[in-house]
């Protein structure tokens, strides 16, 4: 095919965040997310993996149940279970105990309820 670019695995991206991004951190950029391969500073343009089942910050004292929906708190930049204002980014794919720092995140766009 003389059209294909690349899989999609990961995407270069610009980072948004004033003060950075850490390498393995969650970065939102529209309706694209992504956990950032590298370090970056804002606007840098760094490969963020698009795909694929990380540990990823969590929101304190939250405990996420395995196979719950989660989202991207961009604000805080943490996963959440409130859908209300956050950015779904896939699947809990093991349970976090309210004392974990971090869930275990199958990266996933999966459809809205009931559909």
Do not use: C, H
């Not at 804002?42 to 993996?49: C, L, P, R, Y």
């Not at 956050?86 to 699947?91: R, S």
């Amino acid at each position: 095919m003389r059209n294909y670019v690349q899989p999609g695995n990961s995407l270069a991206i610009a980072v948004p965040y004033a003060g950075g991004i850490l390498s393995g951190q969650g970065v939102l950029v529209g309706a694209l997310f992504g956990v950032a391969a590298v370090d970056g500073a804002q606007n840098a343009v760094i490969e963020a993996a698009t795909q694929g089942v990380f540990d990823i910050t969590k929101e304190p004292a939250l405990a996420i149940t395995a196979g719950a929906r989660v989202f991207w708190d961009n604000t805080n930049r943490r996963i959440t279970t409130t859908a209300a204002g956050n950015f779904q980014v896939g699947i809990a794919s093991l349970a976090a105990l309210a004392a974990d720092t971090t869930v275990r995140v199958w990266l996933n766009r999966v459809p809205a309820l009931g559909t």
